[in-house]
């Protein structure tokens, strides 16, 4: 959908006074917002409106997860983490299981994009236990792994061209961590295999010891 067509819906769910229906069209907005890299206008529409539902305490959760997510795709990893703290400490006291599902998602592969592996891995077990499965009150966070695929299998097709295995590695095994979040199996156990050869060629240690680490969390899904 168009960008203005969002944000007019927005803005017409909020006029009604409709807080419900203006969170969901918020967090529409701000994903479209951050398909064209407008981070800046998602994170100010985000703001206002958590102060908005402060007290209630479902709506703030989604919108402190929209939040994070517009921090997270801007780069912004430590005030997205922060958000998503807030928003767990939320779903937990609405025993949102879903909502927790998706902030452990989003944690742990923000660990793991940190190379924080034994710590990224806690947490993707956390979430996997939870079986998250894509949830529309979370169009934004799932919006944001749909474009890291795409950015990541630019990076990819980048290393092979330029033939080089450690630009290759880097990005493939980023990757593995949303195809197992995701449920996609087939594509995880291809980019965990090349991952682990091109470990050992690089001689990558830490990539390779961290291989057989979520090779046995994918063991238990």
């Keep these: ?32 917002c951050q ?11 985000l703001k206002k409106l958590a102060l908005d539902v402060k007290g209630e305490k479902s709506l703030l959760a989604m919108v402190l997860t929209a939040l994070g997510t517009a921090f997270w795709e801007k780069a912004q990893l430590a005030k997205a983490l922060e958000q998503f703290e807030e928003a767990l400490i939320l779903f937990k006291q609405t025993d949102d299981n879903a909502g927790k599902a998706a902030i452990l998602s989003i944690v742990g592969i923000t660990y793991w994009r ?24 979370f169009a934004s966070l799932y919006g944001a792994f749909d ?9 990819i097709r ?37 991952s682990e050869r091109l470990a050992k060629q690089t001689g990558h240690s830490d990539i390779l010891r961290a291989t057989l680490g979520i090779s046995r969390l994918a063991s238990k899904v």
Excluded at 147 to 153: E, I, S
Excluded at 164 to 177: E, G, R, V
């Design 1 to 32: 959908m168009d960008l203005s067509k969002l944000e007019e819906n927005f803005k017409s769910a909020n006029l009604k006074g409709d807080l419900a229906e203006t969170v969901t069209q918020a967090v529409a907005y701000a994903n479209g």
């Design 35 to 45: 398909e064209v890299r407008k981070y800046d206008a998602a994170i100010a529409c």
């Design 114 to 137: 940190k190379c924080e592996w034994d710590k990224a891995l806690e947490i993707l077990g956390d979430a996997l236990i939870l079986k998250p499965d894509r949830d529309e009150r």
């Design 147 to 155: 474009r890291g695929f795409a950015t990541l299998q630019n990076r």
């Design 158 to 194: 980048l290393g092979r061209e330029l033939e080089q295995p450690i630009k290759i590695l880097q990005p493939l095994f980023s990757s593995t961590a949303l195809h197992l979040i995701t449920g996609n199996m087939g594509a995880f156990n291809t980019c965990l295999d090349e």
